[in-house]
């Protein structure tokens, strides 16, 4: 498991940084975590294929990867 920044999403897709670079076309799954109102956090369990890997802009040696969102399911978090 890796983690990641998570820089824009949209119905379509979303756009992270990774410290690794994946290959072009893999499925993948992720979980983007959301803030809620009073301090809530809500995970969202996504399913995807990665679209595009780059090297970060930002001269570290993380990627850019775009990747598909094809399926997601909110899941709940205990606490």
């Known amino acids: 498991m890796q983690s990641g920044l998570t820089k824009n999403i949209s119905s379509g897709g979303v756009l ?3 410290g690794k670079e994946p290959d072009i076309g893999v499925c ?3 979980v983007i975590s959301l803030g809620g109102p009073s301090d809530q956090m809500v995970s ?3 399913i995807g294929k990665v679209v595009r890997a780059n090297r ?3 001269g570290e040696s993380d990627y850019d990867v775009a990747a598909t969102l094809e399926r997601y399911e909110f899941v709940r978090r205990e606490g």
């Open 16 to 18: 992270f940084t990774a």
């Open 56 to 58: 970060s802009a930002s």
């Open 28 to 30: 993948i799954e992720y």
């Open 44 to 46: 969202l369990r996504c």
